[in-house]
């Protein structure tokens, strides 16, 4: 019989035992092997990785025996007063603010829509949410002030099983906030701490407002899931990614103007700093921007003021490299939520969807794109990679034209992982061996050490017994999660026999887990599968491959890929040598990324942003092999890894791109790969093998740290957004944003009227030749003047800037210099104005200039941030000439 009532009931602690409560409730103990090992004390047999429910679970007979059980105890309190120091105590970001004298801001609010802290609380899907919990937990570990805020999905993501025919099955499990490590804000008088949101028609959406702490930082999560909502606004927050285009758009205004409404009621309740920096995690948060000029307009700036003084504290992070992965609605969807009778009253409509507008050629006027929003409302941008920084200033170069897009202002910081949560404790215990238990804690979390040397010390012999001992242990997990995944399948443990014998834990081991869309390339290694199952069962050199991941439930496309490979991994033949493992999550990846010897990537370059998995695996002395995408195109050398050669280019079709690409990592894998890892030295060891994982470790190690990515966001985008917050206040605000209007009213009437360059003086008399014949010499120096038009504005509302550089066949510039140019005269009777200024020829070869107008003021985050530039007609151009080609 079903109950009618589901309700929650609270075990009730001993007094001695009172600090599990606190160290329970706060998800350090994810990342934190000693406490994870006290609560696997209490009972070893239902342990399950999750305190919250071990102490649900526990009988209070084993409490009892607890409270009097001395050493029990005072692992207890030792653990208890090592989360108050960490929780309290000085870290990297307040010796940093000491040292910078209260540069870095008082408070940063990070806003993501799924966060990955740990499989007891599944609010992730993939990459993005991973990135998310990572970035919060290594912000802890550092003392960043940050808030974290996201929605609390009652559904979570699905969760995934295989038919007997391999066909992806999704599971919705109901989540109950109570059994998870969770409290609910709380007003002063007791009650539920709620955000509203006004909705057409009159409608109310209301959250509840739940509280994750993890470690330093609380994170926020937002709950439709409310008595006095109606029946459908209370499945706002059911599921993530999940419903369709208003479902999306309620759960994405929730996010945004909801969790801003948040982060104020907890400021208010709990006394933490307001934030400087608002971080918008992708676009799905990216009305945040929005609620923000709200309050702004609410305290008597306008709407043009009120978007400058949110721009200058706010980041906006894109993760995706495709057009298709960014969140578009339509524009007549987005009018309904907003102005009169809906969210933000009071606000013309027609500003709220000018700033998500595709202006660029072959953008869709219709649609609204989250992701242009999102680039509008912050004055600082970045990728999640040097690759991916580079494809997302072409993907995004019309929203600023005219100007190269090595210009458009979008950065990159490169992704890390947050190497306490991912390394295996049995890595985390080698290092502690060689250099300490609190120095290698700090060398995951903090890092900043440019190698981990320490790692070159370790004996050829400890690192393979390492080696091997994960790798058995990934045979093991393979194996019991088979069986269960076959069970439900509807197998009989009659026919299961042959799981005994599915992989080895001395054969090379290659992992492949992610998310399923096409462009990951999930069945590329099935494209020869012939060559493929010779691999799998070569008598000297064999491999075996163990794979994982889900595709979207609405993907029908994925779940083929899915089954294709199911299909392959069930044939008797090479069923032990390769395996597919549903429901891939944090908990399955924390075994698989340690177990395995090789992690494969073979994404369409350049596709993948950044691609993690890798890292992790790379932590765990696990070898990359991988196509130049994302971080591994920065950060690959042949010291550590292999790159699978690539055919991206219009030249060659799709299918047979595959085919070559294919074929490349069956080479790879025939020839170098196995033959390194079972090629033996002197003493029985595979040495060479042994060094690249030395070199892994010692090289990859600190780079791909989320220590490193948290400190790159302190110091290149939160502190100068903080200074250009506190700069920006209200008068400020009002003078830039009128500077703009007087800036854009006028650009038509700007304009380069005459460029010329002449040898300068000390250079006439070795010379007769006129400048720009044909050639000129290197060190010389020309005398560039330039006449311009400037309309209405002044020269303090402009800079007049020389370009130079290489030129290409077609007479582009490339790798450019700029020099800025001064005035020298004007304005004339037709109100133009002369700048003039020397061009140094520190180059050889092919070589030219151009001359620009861009608007200048000291609040200006980039020269291009208004996207307007002046060059020169081409006659003018023309008339200047293109030197030393």
């Not at 120091?85 to 993501?112: K, M, T």
């Not at 799924?114 to 992730?124: N, V």
């Not at 000018?354 to 509008?376: D, I, K, Q, S, W």
Request: charged share 25%; with cysteine.
């Amino acid at each position: 019989m079903k109950a009618i009532r589901r309700f929650t009931v609270r075990p009730v602690l001993p007094d001695p035992l009172q600090p599990l409560s606190e160290l329970a409730r706060n998800l350090r103990w994810s990342w934190h092997t000693g406490t994870r090992e006290l609560f696997q004390s209490i009972d070893p047999e239902s342990w399950s990785g999750d305190p919250v429910r071990l102490l649900g679970q526990v009988s209070t007979a084993r409490l009892a025996e607890l409270a009097d059980d001395q050493r029990f105890l005072r692992r207890l309190r030792a653990a208890a007063e090592d989360l108050r120091e960490y929780v309290e105590g000085p870290r990297w970001y307040q010796e940093q603010g000491r040292e910078q004298n209260a540069e870095l801001p008082a408070g940063v609010a990070y806003f993501s829509p799924e966060f990955g802290i740990t499989a007891a609380l599944p609010q992730y899907s993939g990459g993005l949410g991973i990135l998310a919990g990572d970035h919060l937990k290594a912000a802890s570990d550092l003392g960043v002030p940050l808030i974290g805020v996201g929605l609390l999905y009652r559904h979570g993501y699905f969760r995934q099983s295989l038919s007997r025919d391999g066909w992806q099955q999704e599971h919705y499990p109901v989540l109950d906030p109570h059994e998870l490590p969770l409290t609910p804000l709380r007003e002063a008088d007791g009650t539920a701490a709620q955000v509203t949101l006004a909705l057409p028609g009159g409608r109310s959406l209301r959250a509840h407002v739940w509280l994750a702490q993890v470690g330093r930082v609380p994170l926020l999560l937002l709950d439709s899931d409310v008595e006095d909502n109606d029946l459908g606004d209370r499945d706002v927050t059911d599921r993530l990614y999940g419903g369709g285009s208003e479902h999306r758009l309620l759960q994405e205004m929730l996010l945004g103007i909801g969790g801003v409404r948040a982060v104020r009621t907890y400021c208010r309740l709990t006394g933490h700093p307001p934030p400087e920096v608002f971080h918008t995690n992708e676009g799905h948060a990216g009305f945040l921007g929005l609620e923000r000029i709200r309050e702004l307009t609410d305290e008597g700036l306008d709407f043009d003021a009120g978007l400058e003084a949110v721009r200058a504290g706010t980041v906006f992070t894109t993760h995706t490299p495709v057009p298709a992965g960014i969140d578009r609605f339509d524009r007549e969807l987005v009018a309904q939520h907003f102005g009169d009778g809906a969210e933000l009253a009071g606000i013309d409509v027609e500003r709220v969807l000018r700033l998500g507008m595709e202006t660029y050629p072959g953008g869709e006027p219709n649609l609204f794109n989250m992701a242009v929003m999102g680039l509008r409302l912050a004055q600082r941008a970045n990728g999640v990679s040097t690759l991916h920084g580079r494809v997302s200033r072409d993907m995004f170069a019309g929203l600023w034209p005219g100007f190269d897009a090595d210009e458009v202002p979008i950065g990159s910081v490169t992704n890390g992982v947050h190497a306490p949560t991912w390394v295996a404790p049995e890595v985390f215990r080698l290092g502690a061996r060689q250099i300490g238990e609190q120095r290698t804690q700090d060398a995951l979390s903090v890092g900043g050490s440019e190698r981990w040397d320490s790692v070159a010390e370790i004996g050829d012999q400890e690192i393979w017994e390492l080696r091997r001992s994960l790798r058995e242990r990934l045979v093991h997990e393979v194996r019991e999660r088979l069986a269960v995944s076959w069970r439900q399948r509807g197998a009989a443990a009659t026919e299961l026999g042959w799981l005994d014998g599915v992989l080895d834990p001395d054969v090379l081991t290659i992992g492949f887990a992610r998310r399923v869309p096409s462009y990951k390339r999930l069945t590329l290694m099935l494209r020869d599968r012939d060559r493929l199952m010779e691999l799998l069962l070569h008598p000297e050199r064999p491999i075996q491959i163990v794979v994982a991941g889900k595709a979207h439930p609405a993907d029908d496309g994925g779940k083929r890929l899915v089954q294709e490979l199911v299909r392959f991994a069930d044939d008797p033949r090479v069923r032990h040598r390769i395996v597919f493992l549903p429901d891939y999550g944090m908990a399955m990846a924390q075994k698989l990324y340690p177990g395995c010897d090789i992690w494969l990537n073979n994404p369409l370059r350049p596709l993948e942003a950044c691609g993690t998995s890798g890292m992790k695996a790379a932590l765990n002395g696990c070898l990359n092999l991988s196509v130049l995408d994302g971080w591994w195109d920065e950060w690959f050398q042949p010291d550590f890894g292999w790159a699978v050669p690539t055919a991206d280019g219009t030249a060659v079709d799709a299918d047979r791109r595959d085919e070559l690409e294919a074929a490349a990592l069956y080479d790879l894998l025939e020839r170098r790969v196995a033959p390194r890892f079972y090629e033996r030295g002197p003493e029985g060891l595979p040495d060479r093998w042994i060094d690249m994982v030395r070199r892994t470790l010692t090289t990859l190690g600190p780079k791909v740290l989320a220590g490193r990515m948290v400190r790159e966001y302190v110091e290149g985008l939160y502190a100068p957004a903080a200074h250009a917050h506190r700069a920006l206040d209200a008068a400020a605000a009002r003078e830039l944003a009128a500077w703009k209007g007087r800036v854009r009213a006028a650009w038509p009437y700007v304009a380069v009227d005459h460029v010329e360059a002449s040898a300068q003086a000390d250079q006439v008399a070795q010379t007769d030749r006129p400048v720009g014949a044909g050639t000129e010499e290197l060190g010389s120096t020309l005398a560039l003047r330039v006449r311009v038009q400037l309309g209405e504005l002044r020269p303090e509302d402009v800079e007049v800037q020389a370009v130079t550089g290489r030129v290409d066949p077609e007479d582009r510039i490339t790798d450019a210099a700029v020099t800025g140019l001064k005035p020298a005269a004007g304005p004339d009777l037709e109100g133009r104005w002369i700048y003039e200024g020397p061009l140094a020829l520190d180059r050889t070869g092919p070589f030219g200039y151009t001359v620009r107008i861009l608007p200048a003021h000291r609040l200006l985050a980039s020269g291009a941030e208004l996207g307007l530039v002046a060059v020169p007609s081409e006659s003018t151009g023309e008339a200047a000439g293109v030197l030393m080609r």
